[in-house]
């Protein structure tokens, strides 16, 4: 179809148009574009905008990086994308998988945020019940913004509030001093698993484009470190564009039902509304989304709780803990 008419079919929804002609710009000002599919529904989205509007003459590769931790209709379905656009879609394998990560330094527990700033201070010997006046860099090493978190003296915002503060978490504080954690925790997994396998698949493919889901909707960590739907080069690292950044949930439904997309069978069998790392415990739902996979895949839920198992039971006890002290804080 003639890219003026493809304009001309699509949905009155300004979002999906305004994607569809920054997508296609975005492409015709590239040499070299790497897209990450993750087999969840934006990247699927995003591969089919992609081959929707991209031109003749253009060099697009799509790469999955395999945590370690997928599941196995996660990498079916990758196969028929593959079938459906006539593509290959690269896998990497992590340069170090999930379950060797938390191995060797930690798992993850509530955020990446939070995983990281307590890893920080055990790395430190943190003393969790220490006051403030005392935990100073001179006692604890090199590790300030792990304390300011802890004891919630980062910046404010201008709404007030301090981004990324342990008060994020209600009574987190007041848990873990209550309940020093008996486990490594660690946000080091994500990094070696994505990131690395990223940085290294660049330096081999040497992309001056990287595509990716990232959408504003998702909020947390990730969408908090960006404003916006494009990110420049700096030096020789490639811009950075999310073709998706600025849509809604009923955004991506328009454009599913415009281009009879079927998501995978997570989605469109099992009911889950995300993919990626399996039981990851910076999901809020992860242990009940287990019991859905424990249906299906029943030894990779194993795998997941054997991996997780302590971060698990302390975000139990953390529930519980928050509910036993409801009345006794205001701030609850």
Known sequence: MDFNDLL???PKNIHI????LKARAM???HRKIAVSVSGGSDSDTIMDLLELVKPE???LVYVFFDTGLEFDATKRHLDELESKYGVTIKRRRAKKTVAAACRDYGVPFISKDASEMMSRLQRHGFDWNDAPENATVDKYGRCKSALDWYFDCRPLSISGKSKYSIRRHKLLREFIQANAPGFAVSDKCCD?????TAADFQKEFKADLIVNGMRRAEGGRRAGSVQTCFTPSKGCKPDNYRPLWFWTDDDKAAYKEWRGLRYSDCYEVWGLTRTGC???PCNSKAEQELEIVEQYEPQLAKAARNVFGASYDFKRRYADYKNENKGRHPNV
């Open 17 to 20: 148009f305004d994607g569809l």
């Open 27 to 29: 492409l015709e000002r």
């Open 192 to 196: 070696y698993a994505k990131k690395q």
């Open 278 to 280: 399996v039981g990851c």
């Open 57 to 59: 003459a253009c060099e």
């Open 8 to 10: 001309e079919h699509a």
